[in-house]
């Protein structure tokens, strides 16, 4: 091995957040699933959805929500599997979800405790990832 090349072992925060992320995925899908199996429960989501839109800043349809989780599973599989193997693009992916989550959850919800949860999360996870030991991680 050359001397100039160095090896950057994986921050166990790197492992955390992807894991924490790939299974919260997994999990979140089966709750979606469920709540179009049951009319039930779409329907007390339809009526938490109206509840929520007359605090929203912008309406979004209810369908977009529920297709947005369903296309959000994947992204967020996908980026915190190569995450895990060091690359940047999963990386900047994953950042750029997260945030376009917190975008929407202020659309949907205006200025809620889901959003600063979210915006929290968001913003703990960004000072975790672009530390400078986690940036080398995925720049080597």
């Known amino acids: 091995m050359p001397k100039n090349e ?3 072992a994986r921050p166990l925060t790197v492992s ?4 924490f992320f790939m299974l919260w995925a997994i999990f979140s899908v089966i709750l979606k699933v469920f ?3 049951n009319p039930e429960a779409y ?6 959805d109206q509840t929520l839109s007359t ?5 979004v ?6 297709a947005h989780a369903f296309i959000g599973v994947p ?30 959850t202020l659309a949907v919800s205006g200025l809620s405790i889901s959003l600063y949860f979210k915006l ?3 913003i703990l996870i960004t000072v975790f990832l672009t530390r400078s030991k986690h940036l080398a991680y995925f720049l080597n």
């Open 16 to 19: 955390v957040i992807s894991w």
């Open 75 to 104: 992204i967020i599989i996908v980026s915190s599997i190569f995450m895990l193997k060091g690359r940047l693009w999963a990386l900047i992916v994953f950042l750029v979800w997260i945030y376009g989550v917190v975008l929407l």
């Open 43 to 48: 329907r007390q989501a339809l009526e938490l």
């Open 61 to 66: 349809p209810f369908w977009f929500q529920l």
């Open 120 to 122: 929290f999360t968001a």
């Open 55 to 59: 605090q929203s800043f912008l309406h």
């Open 35 to 37: 709540l179009i199996i």
């Open 6 to 8: 160095t090896i950057t």
